[in-house]
T-cell receptor, first 114, second 110 residues
Framework: GAVVSQHPSRVICKSGTSVKIECRSL??????MFWYRQFPKQSLMLMAT?????????EQGVEKDKFLINHASLTLSTLTVTSAHPEDSSFYIC??????????FGSGTRLTVV | GQNIDQPTEMTATEGAIVQINCTYQ??????LFWYQQHAGEAPTFLSY??LDGLEEKGRFSSFLSRSKGYSYLLLKELQMKDSASYLC???????????WGAGTKLIIKP
């Protein structure tokens, strides 16, 4: 149990376009989802925390208008990178929890902006 | 402030034992997690400690001392596939966020 599906796994987009990444909890209801980005050889950097039905809480330095997060249901959260630029190229990972000691990660999305 | 420290890199030999330490200073504490991450992949859960003591799970064990702000992950009978980064994370008491260490890259040599 506790499976999180994230897609796409890889995406290449042109500079200035937007990309949507989906994160779904398949067999449990995720009360809270987290979005991270990770640069090569670095640890996870929390971008935002989202609770179903409410606005996401963004970490300091993360532009909420650039990284739009929607958590419309207990099983789905989306991250949209708007007007992407090459510096947004990174590995984006979602994690979901239902409030217990289980945090399940999606498989990650490798975004390359050209 | 919030701070989690773990060594940047460690090297060990196949078949041996290695201990990866993690020290933390956080404003709240509601459990400590260890995750394994292979390059280019998402982290996978290894262990969770909320009470002091040792939790054993097969070849992997994790220890916690809350009074010392200290944990370690012990890997026995090392295999080449254990080459990965090992991430220590502390859960904040109030909002379920995980505060992450920078990770320890473990290199296994034959």
């Amino acid at each position: 149990g506790a499976v999180v599906s994230q897609h796409p796994s890889r995406v290449i987009c042109k500079s200035g376009t937007s990309v949507k990444i989906e994160c779904r909890s398949l067999d449990f209801q995720a009360t809270t989802m987290f979005w991270y980005r990770q640069f090569p050889k670095q640890s996870l950097m929390l971008m935002a925390t989202s609770n179903e039905g409410s606005k996401a809480t963004y970490e300091q330095g993360v532009e909420k208008d650039k990284f739009l997060i929607n958590h419309a249901s207990l099983t789905l959260s989306t991250l949209t990178v708007t007007s992407a630029h090459p510096e947004d190229s990174s590995f984006y990972i979602c994690s979901a929890t239902r409030g217990e000691s289980v945090y399940t990660f999606g498989s990650g999305t490798r975004l390359t902006v050209v | 402030g919030q701070n989690i420290d773990q060594p940047t890199e460690m090297t060990a030999t196949e078949g041996a034992i290695v201990q990866i330490n993690c020290t933390y200073q956080t404003s709240g504490f509601n459990g400590l997690f260890w995750y394994q991450q292979h390059a280019g992949e998402a982290p996978t859960f290894l262990s969770y400690n909320v009470l002091d003591g040792l939790e054993e799970k097969g070849r992997f064990s994790s220890f916690l001392s809350r009074s010392k702000g200290y944990s370690y992950l012990l890997l026995k009978e090392l295999q080449m596939k254990d080459s990965a980064s090992y991430l220590c994370a502390v859960r904040d008491r109030s909002n379920y966020q995980l505060i992450w260490g920078a990770g320890t890259k473990l290199i296994i040599k034959p």
